[in-house]
């Protein structure tokens, strides 16, 4: 088989950028699962006679302001930033999507309260609300991120919602029930196979996110001991030492840009995959216009042809 | 309700002057979304409150210390903090004060949540405002320019930069403003706040640093959307309509074109309304601002649970706010087509 038909003229792998970011996502989490191991130096020793040193052989990415070489303390904070962020998107995916088929199936009630939780929760900005939940729950990384994965469940749900209002209201699904297809079968044959691709979309997206948002944290110091390297660690004890390393930040500053680079890379390759108009149009963050209008409208057409 | 209200609406709107029907149809819509926001204010509120009822530590305890924790005195300082109430009774009641303004007093300083937050809102404020303004003026200018421009290089130097800006988050590019214009250029503070009562220009120059780094991901949001949506509409027969009538290019790109297109960038503005206030929170660390954020991660080391409360409370009510501005223009935006359809 030729490599061309293996990738396939419509697959997403065909754009370089596609191919480009998966490159780069594949070693983040090599890194992830490897980085502490092959760091060259100990990440936590501190040596007091090459403090602030520009990179070199000896010091790759030169050192920190206790002479620890930055980047045995990247390639050893990765897999906390990783791990963590796929935790919030795990929790965002697995409440979110699932949400989104249910309201447009259960009924007007189910889907109005549902929509009026994903709303409330769309109100709360993910840092403010992050840190009340270590504050109520204990000062950890995984809490915090946990918080942010709930946020990100709002956005899970309003796409899912929107793609399966869309598929369910088709004629072949019409057929199907015609032919007396159970609700079941509708959605596990007709509808999930369809939301996929703009799930992963959005997955893509979440991950992005998140990583910004673990970074930020580990920024702030959330959930974080001290001498434990983290991306965002090295990058606020940089921020310290502006006038005797003013080129410091811009390690870890790239090292996150790359990465979230390549997760958006890869989320307009699927876009551009499934096509424009796959995915559902902007909604504002609380509907109390002709968007809720619309949609309501096009939810009631649903469960008619449904009923 | 909102479709009885329509169609109500769409029965009585043969009698009535097209202009007052279309007041109408604002009105009812507005009300529709009053139906919608109660139960949002309602629901974000109460998480906001169950987040601290939730807080596994004994306030009463955490107040009294270890030595006069004693069983009764803290029973006694939990009846007088209205503690052995049930939830939603302690909701309530928090609710009822926190609409008129009391938030209630720190655990530890016994100062007024709500003075300590009218306090340091303003250099959040501040920020914030400004970098609104900056967002749509750079994103809007770049948009629009890329979309009239299509395939110029302008046009593909803004889709880079916007790629490119929007990987960067809002501490990175506060730290490296820091790096360009304070460590190594000197041309502005690094740090600190003085309130616009002190002079508008040393007020501008503390927050133009921090606006921006908040301002340019917003930007790059409003300038992708905009040029989007501006390019499909510019190539609507009205637009070619419009300038084959003779009407000058600048007004039909302005009140033509940019009226119809503004809709989505205008949505995504109200989206990005709480990544602006996360981007505000690292602005007040990389730039030593005394904002709202240095209060709540103080307050919530401390778990000074009243106090992360009312923070909460006060940026989701903001962020509400914002969204019903959004909403109400995006209304007023379109308000000619829903005069036709309604």
Sequence with gaps: MSRRALIGQRSWLRLPSARIALVILAVVIFLSVFGSALAPQNPLTINANALFQGPSLHHLLGTDYLGRDVLSRLMAGTRLSVLTAFEAVGIGLVLGAPLGVAAVFLGRWFDFAVNRVSDALMTLPYIFFAVAVTAALGNGLVQAMSAVGILLAPGFFRVTRAATLEFASAQYVEAAELLGATKLHVIRVHVVRKVLPTIAVTTAMAAAGALLAVSFFTFLGIGVTPPAPTWGGVLSSDLDYLSQAPWAPFIPGALIAITVGALNALADAFRDRIGPGALPALDPVIKTHSTLTQSDREATDVRQTAA | ?342
């Design chain 2, 1 to 342: 309700m909102v479709a009885f209200i329509d169609v109500e609406l769409t029965g009585a709107a043969g009698a009535i002057a097209p202009r007052r029907r279309r007041a109408r149809s604002i009105a009812a819509k507005l009300g529709g979304g009053l139906a919608v926001l109660i139960p949002v204010v309602v629901l974000s509120s109460f998480i906001t409150y169950c987040l601290g009822a939730l807080s596994n530590s004994n306030p009463a305890a955490t107040i009294l210390g270890q030595d006069a924790a004693t069983p009764a005195a803290v029973a006694k300082l939990d009846r007088a903090l209205g503690l052995d109430k049930p939830l939603v009774v302690q909701y309530w009641d928090w609710f009822t004060q926190a609409v008129q303004g009391h938030l209630g007093v720190s655990y530890f300083t016994q100062i007024p949540v709500s003075q300590s937050i009218a306090q340091r809102l303003p250099v959040d404020l501040s920020i914030a405002l400004l970098a609104v303004v900056l967002a749509v003026l750079i994103g809007g200018t770049a948009g629009t320019v890329a979309a009239v421009k299509r395939g110029s290089w302008f046009d593909r130097g803004v889709t880079i930069a916007c790629s490119v800006v929007s990987t960067l988050p809002a501490f990175v590019v506060g730290i490296i403003l820091v790096v360009l214009f304070a460590v190594s250029a000197h041309l502005l503070p690094a740090s600190g706040y003085t309130p616009p009562s002190a002079g508008i220009g040393p007020w501008l120059e503390h927050i133009i640093l921090p606006a921006l780094a908040l301002a340019l991901q917003v930007a790059a949001d409003i300038a992708r959307q905009l040029r989007t949506s501006l390019v499909s509409v510019l190539d609507q027969n009205y637009i070619v309509g419009a300038r084959v009538r003779g009407l000058p290019y600048r007004r039909v790109l302005v009140r033509h074109a940019l009226r119809n297109a503004s809709g989505p960038a205008l949505t995504i503005l109200g989206n990005d309304f709480p990544i602006m206030l996360a981007g505000a929170v690292a602005a007040e660390v990389v730039f030593s601002l005394p904002g709202l954020g240095q209060l709540l991660l103080a307050a919530a080391e401390e778990r000074d649970i009243p106090v992360v409360q009312g923070v909460l409370l006060v940026v989701a009510t903001f962020v509400i706010v914002v969204n019903l501005v959004v909403n109400t223009l995006l209304a007023w935006l379109n308000r000619s087509a829903d005069g036709v359809s309604a």
